[in-house]
């Protein structure tokens, strides 16, 4: 059934079809607020972004510094490796003095007074002492060659003892054999 208005054109309801200046305006609006929607969605979006981009750049920070801590804790524990190396190579290489002077001990001949029994930095061992006779100093001499501790054996001094007729001075030289201790 067909609706009749009775009221004046201008008092009449305008519909949206029949208004095409409303419809046009209607559809404006809509576009606008769905821009200024677009709008500040993009806007927040840009925001999220650079938040997630300044975690980022924290996360970053903190991993660089930890990455300098863990060179620095690499750095130190190849220094102390260096220096646990050279302390290992010290142990391993050090000579059992103790042991090689008991066995100079034991091939002692009796009339000898060891003084000094001093190892320079060539593996060599220099033996000063007296002796009654160089008899004695000879049957030392033969005795160290003997040891196979040492390469060279070699009677570097001898002299008589001022004021004491019979008493010589001396001074062996005997450089260590290689392994030797």
Do not use: C
Not at 4 to 22: D, F, S, Y
Not at 90 to 115: A, H
Not at 168 to 176: N, P, R, V, Y
Request: no cysteine; proline share 3%.
């Amino acid at each position: 059934m067909a609706q009749i208005n009775l009221l004046p054109p201008e008092l009449r309801a305008q519909t949206m079809v029949g208004n095409p200046k409303l419809r046009n305006r209607i559809i404006a609006s809509g576009i606008i607020i769905m821009l200024i929607a677009a709008g500040v969605t993009w806007f927040n979006y840009l925001g999220s972004l650079e938040q997630t981009l300044g975690q980022y750049k924290d996360k970053k920070a903190q991993i660089t510094k930890q990455m300098a801590q863990l060179n620095q804790l690499k750095q130190d524990i190849e220094e102390e490796n260096k220096e646990l190396s050279a302390l290992e190579s010290v142990k391993n290489s050090s000579f059992r003095w103790g042991w090689l002077l008991e066995k100079i001990n034991q091939n002692m001949p009796q009339q000898i007074w060891v003084e000094i029994v001093a190892a320079d930095g060539n593996n060599t061992l220099v033996i000063k002492g007296k002796a009654p006779s160089l008899e004695a100093i000879g049957v030392l001499i033969h005795k160290l060659k003997e040891m196979a501790d040492f390469q060279v054996v070699v009677l570097n001094q001898v002299k008589q003892v001022d004021g004491q007729p019979g008493l010589m001075e001396f001074q062996i030289t005997a450089q260590l054999a290689e392994g030797s201790g």
